[in-house]
């Protein structure tokens, strides 16, 4: 007979360690951006560079961050449903 669920725990813990890697990396893309406008860096390579970080760049690591958060925030979902379904 097979045995269906998970550890509630771990899979909170997974929630929160999903929601926390979310964090670090904002954090990470707004000291990025930070350290790169104080940058003395003047030309072409500096300007393309600036805008493909303030394009394309942050705008992944934001969507990264999102996906994250929202499987941290599912993981936590699925933990209380289980956790309600073994109570039951």
Do not use: C
Not at 32 to 52: C, N, Y
Not at 61 to 81: H, I, P, S, W
């Amino acid at each position: 007979m097979a045995i269906w669920g998970a550890d509630v725990e771990q899979l909170r813990q997974l929630g929160s360690k999903l929601q926390a890697g979310a964090s670090e990396i904002e954090t990470q893309k707004s000291t990025l951006t930070k350290v790169l406008s104080g940058t003395d860096w003047k030309g072409p390579d500096a300007d393309k560079f600036r805008q493909e970080w303030s394009g394309t760049h942050t705008t992944m690591l934001t969507k990264v961050a999102e996906a994250l958060k929202d499987a941290g925030a599912q993981a936590k979902r699925n933990a209380e449903q289980q956790s309600q379904a073994s109570q039951g």
